[in-house]
């Protein structure tokens, strides 16, 4: 019964996790129509990382990412200018936080979170740039303005996926408190 609830509650977390991606992924949606918030491809492979552990949730979310990119440029005529071999880098980096997240402890507050906050500050800077590092390879014609595009872009991008992980730890640390069905631990594998 015990593992039953279990799986149950693995289920429905990987649907909530889905859900975001789907509302947020960084395209005109109908969810971009009232409301448009960041992406929430990272802290959702964050949370996969921790917290499941197994490469098909991670596997799940990198694939609705792909297939949420290919739908937006095929039917809502997005510029596809982002699909070059630097892309396959992209999907990479996303396996990277998924594997990065498996070091941390939680990402509720616990005596751990200096540490847990450093390390998630780490992997997001570091997904960051090996992906716009990739992107920029492939699609730009000179490394000379890397900076002045780093200086323009990291601190937005990186500053809402970092706002994301924040209103994740507020949700992880308080709604077990409120529900305790919600409580979550880490996979055992």
């Known amino acids: 019964m015990a593992n039953q609830i279990n799986q149950i509650k693995t289920l429905l977390a990987v649907f909530i996790l889905l859900l975001l991606v789907i509302a947020t992924r960084g395209h005109a949606n109908w969810l971009s129509s009232w409301v448009h918030l960041p992406d929430f491809t990272i802290p959702a492979l964050l949370i996969a990382g921790v917290y499941f552990r ?80 990739g992107y920029y390879a492939f699609t730009a014609s000179t490394w000379a303005k890397f900076p002045a595009y780093a200086q ?29 069905f919600l409580s979550l631990q880490k996979s055992g594998r």
């Open 54 to 133: 197994s490469f098909s949730v991670a596997f799940i979310i990198i694939v609705t990412a792909v297939l949420i990119d290919n739908y937006a440029i095929i039917y809502d005529g997005m510029s596809a200018n982002c699909i070059t071999p630097g892309y396959g880098i992209l999907l990479l980096s996303y396996y990277f936080v998924f594997w990065s997240g498996q070091f941390l402890t939680s990402l509720a507050v616990d005596k751990n979170i200096i540490k847990n906050a450093l390390i998630v500050v780490l992997i997001v800077l570091f997904q960051w740039l090996l992906a716009t590092l």
């Open 152 to 180: 323009h872009w990291l601190p937005m991008e990186v500053f809402w996926v970092l706002s994301w992980v924040l209103a994740v730890a507020v949700v992880f640390t308080l709604a077990p408190r409120l529900i305790p």
